[in-house]
Each structure stands twice: as C-alpha cells, then as structure tokens.
T-cell receptor, first 117, second 116 residues
Framework: NAGVTQTPKFQVLKTGQSMTLQCAQD?????MSWYRQDPGMGLRLIHY???????DQGEVPNGYNVSRSTTEDFPLRLLSAAPSQTSVYFC????????????????FGAGSRLTVL | AQSVTQLGSHVSVSEGALVLLRCNYS??????LFWYVQYPNQGLQLLLK??????LVKGINGFEAEFKKSETSFHLTKPSAHMSDAAEYFC??????????????FGSGTQLTVLP
C-alpha cells in the first residue's frame, strides 16, 4: 500500500517564486489536509478538504491555495513564496465519518521540506 | 475551541526507566485524544487513541495513556524506555460534531531522549 505520497521531499525556492507541493492518497479517504511543522509549534493546519470540490481554511491559510478536483489528489500551492514559509509540510488523510472505532485516524505522508531564501 | 498543552519540550530518561510525557487538553465537548510519534525525517504515526470507551488506552510499542476528565489530562507512559523510543511525541485533540471527525489540534511536541 502506498498510503499518502508527497512530492517533492526537498525544495529550495527564492522569495517570490511559486511552486506546488503534491499529495496523493490511494485509500479512498474523503478527508485530506495540509499541515506545516515548525520547531516548538507542533503542527498547524493550513487547509483541508472533506471531498472533491470542497476545501476550507485551517489555522494558517495565508499565502497558500488548495484545490481538490479528485478524491486522490490535494495539491498545495504557494503563489509567491516568502521566507516565513520555510517549514516542513505534511499531507494527511482519513475517512470522514467515524467507523466502529469511534474516531478517525490521520495517515500522514513523509513530509516535504521547503526552504525559501 | 480546543487546545493542547504538552509540558516539557524535551524529556530525557535512562534506558529502562519510566517514560512519562504530559498532555493537558481543553475542549468544550467530550474530546477524542491521540498520541502520535515522529521518528527523524518521517511523518507522524499513531501510537494510541482515546474514543470515550476505556479510560486506560494501550497503544503500540508498550505505550499507554490514561484519560482523566477531572484533570483534563491524557499523559503518555511506558514502564521501561528503550533506545528505539527516542523520537518526538505529539498529543492531539479532536472534537466530534454531527457524527463526523473534525480537525486535529496538535500540541507543540515533546522530544524524548533515551540515555544509555
């Protein structure tokens, strides 16, 4: 099982450049999300989606765009990168509705480390 | 609004000693609680979860956590630390609404070092 696949694993950008972080899952999960991880701050939710064509903002959405055209893919776009966006980005997915276990567990990708100079 | 506080950003224990990682939460409704572990250069993996059944929850690798409503705590323990337990640990809370899962809110993490 591939699970959640993120590409690229590493990326260096210059201020003002744009790029897209890719995320794909093969588990037919309705819920997908993007987090950023910064030292001492844990993981903070950027954007999330509860199904194809539906996205919403999380805690720190500024400077990022997302779309969800298929169940499998949830790309994160940086339109004009800034040094403050230097971080490790994680994509995570889960089923939307609770099963018999009573709670949905997120499956995480391996992360994408982004440096903005 | 939900929030999580992890006391101690760094914890060091000797191999074979008790591991205790502290987590306190705030939630306006009964929460679901999680502990995740992150090994270097990897994503997060679920250790265990509390879903309003048994208050003592057992997870993988010998870890367990106890939900204490009166103390709003969900501390993670392991009786005997192993070198392979060295990692960063995150506590997380999720509020459930209308039968569907809501977003997780993570604590700031605790880096566990195991000394030989």
């Amino acid at each position: 099982n591939a699970g959640v696949t993120q590409t690229p694993k590493f990326q260096v950008l210059k201020t003002g450049q744009s790029m897209t972080l890719q995320c794909a899952q093969d588990m037919n999960h309705e819920y997908m999300s993007w987090y950023r991880q910064d030292p001492g701050m844990g993981l903070r939710l950027i954007h999330y989606s509860v199904g194809a064509g539906i996205t919403d903002q999380g805690e720190v959405p500024n400077g990022y765009n997302v779309s969800r055209s298929t169940t499998e893919d949830f790309p994160l776009r940086l339109l004009s990168a800034a040094p403050s966006q230097t971080s490790v980005y994680f994509c995570a997915s889960s089923y939307l509705f609770m099963g018999s276990s009573g709670a949905n567990v997120l499956t995480f990708g391996a992360g994408s480390r982004l440096t903005v100079l | 609004a939900q929030s999580v506080t992890q006391l101690g950003s760094h914890v060091s224990v000797s191999e074979g000693a008790l591991v205790l990682l502290r987590c306190n939460y705030s939630s306006s409704v009964p929460p679901y609680l999680f502990w995740y572990v992150q090994y270097p250069n990897q994503g997060l993996q679920l250790l265990l979860k509390y879903t309003s059944a048994a208050t003592l929850v057992k997870g993988i690798n010998g870890f367990e956590a106890e939900f204490k409503k009166s103390e709003t705590s969900f501390h993670l323990t392991k009786p005997s630390a192993h070198m392979s337990d060295a990692a960063e640990y995150f506590c997380a809370v999720s509020e459930i609404s209308s039968g569907s899962a809501r977003q997780l809110t993570f604590g700031s993490g605790t880096q566990l070092t195991v000394l030989p």
